[in-house]
Nanobody
Framework: QVHLVESGGGLVQAGGSLRLSCVASGLTFSAYTMGWFRQAPGKEREFVGRISRSGGSTEYGDSVKGRFTVSRDNAKNTVYLQILSLKPEDTAVYYC????????????????WGQGTQVTVSS
């Protein structure tokens, strides 16, 4: 069974930083594009960023460019999301997901999802 487990969320003050981790098991990790999404209360799930199978390319949603960085370590079956200069509007549940579709930002194309980790940014 495929499992994606996020960690690293928490309560931080505006301007702070977090690094989220997502450890995958039950799949050939290097065969998947890995993505990060977030969902705030009352809002649609939003694309945050993705990283290609070998880590050679990344793409980010417009709202997070310049502050968020996706990276991966295929030897550890782990994808990371580094968040800098957190803002209250970043408050959301953050999910990692795995897809075999190239260059996609659509939730529908991600087959496997983690349970999410809560990021709360106070002002």
């Amino acid at each position: 069974q495929v499992h994606l487990v996020e960690s690293g969320g928490g309560l931080v003050q505006a301007g702070g930083s977090l690094r989220l981790s997502c450890v995958a098991s039950g799949l050939t990790f290097s065969a998947y594009t890995m993505g990060w999404f977030r969902q705030a209360p009352g809002k649609e799930r939003e694309f945050v960023g993705r990283i290609s199978r070998s880590g050679g390319s990344t793409e980010y949603g417009d709202s997070v460019k310049g502050r968020f960085t996706v990276s991966r370590d295929n030897a550890k079956n782990t994808v990371y999301l580094q968040i800098l200069s957190l803002k209250p509007e970043d408050t959301a549940v953050y999910y990692c997901a795995a897809s075999m579709v190239l260059k996609t930002s659509w939730t529908y194309d991600f087959k496997y999802w983690g349970q999410g980790t809560q990021v709360t940014v106070s002002s």
